[in-house]
């Protein structure tokens, strides 16, 4: 059976791909995230994941980068929990459609693996895509290979953002930083 996994970043990718190798799935990954910003960090990001691609032994499909689409539609949505989901949608159903243009079995994400997204949204909106596109979602406990991940990646020496990815994020996270040095000074 094959699978295409899609990845969010390099060090995300190390426990999904193994696990579903393990599972004998012959898997190949798919690089689509219209949603990473500046372009610099996507570059960081997806140059991560073709070194975890060849640690890995695994194929890496770099899908188109639409941010111009991404930014035009998320900037129409003012809740951030809704700026997720379409962003968790969007991927998702890209990743679907491929497999299903080139015949892939089944897909699944790397994003199941995050403690910081809502994973049982994530796993509920991939099933709904699959059933769209009439192939299998791979519903995985990746989170539990977290920190197994980022442990490996490091020692490979991976690119770790700091951010999810969306200007919303980039500044959510600054913010979050200098408030913390505020503290510490205060
Ligand atoms: S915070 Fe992350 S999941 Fe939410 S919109 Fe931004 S990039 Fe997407």
Known sequence: MKALLHIC???CAVYPARQLKDEG?????F???PNIHPFSEYQKRYEAVVVAGERLGLNIIHHRYDFQEFLKRVACIENRVEQHRFCWRIRLEETAKVASEQGID???TT?????????VEIAALGSAIAEKYR???LNRNFRKGFAESHKVSKEWELYHQNYCGCLFSEKESIDERN????????
């Open 31 to 33: 690089f689509y995230n």
């Open 111 to 119: 994003l199941l693996s995050s403690p910081y997204q809502d994973i």
């Open 9 to 11: 970043c390099g060090p």
């Open 135 to 137: 192939i299998s979602f």
């Open 179 to 186: 408030a913390k040095a505020k503290n510490k000074t205060a």
């Open 25 to 29: 799935y012959e898997v190949e990954g």
């Open 106 to 108: 089944c897909f699944t």
